[in-house]
């Protein structure tokens, strides 16, 4: 059974730092790409970043040079280190995969790939 579990949410003030680790289990880590994701008050959906299983990294435009990817293939681990946070990054955050449709402008569809729970960000101003 394929498993995904965030964990390293948190508050913080604007400008602070937290590290998402997501952990996972029941598949083939290392030939898997693997997302974060996260949904903020709005209830949509957006890929944060992402990492191939050879190592290509992809950042939206909105966290580039602030949120950092790395895979800990030892631990069956992906870490979203995020730096000099801001309101606007308070959401729910999801680690995935599996093949599913991201659909602009809607929820993340958690019946589709594989899903952890989300852990929160809350940011403060």
């Known amino acids: 059974e394929v498993q995904l579990a965030e964990s390293g949410g948190g508050s913080v003030q604007a400008g602070g730092s937290l590290r998402l680790s997501c952990t996972a289990s029941g598949f083939t880590f290392d030939d898997s790409d693997m997302g974060w994701y996260r949904q903020g008050p709005g209830n949509e959906c957006e890929l944060v970043s992402s990492i191939s299983s050879d190592g290509i990294t992809w950042y939206a435009d909105s966290v580039k040079g602030r949120f950092t990817i790395s895979p800990d293939n030892a631990k069956n681990t992906v870490n979203l280190q995020m730096v000099s946070l801001k309101p606007e990054d308070t959401a729910v955050y999801y680690c995935?995969?599996?093949?599913?449709?991201?659909?602009?402008?809607?929820?993340?569809?958690?019946?589709?790939?594989?899903w952890g729970q989300g852990t929160q960000v809350t940011v403060s101003s």
């Open positions: 995935a995969t599996g093949n599913f449709v991201l659909v602009v402008g809607r929820p993340c569809d958690l019946t589709t790939g594989y």
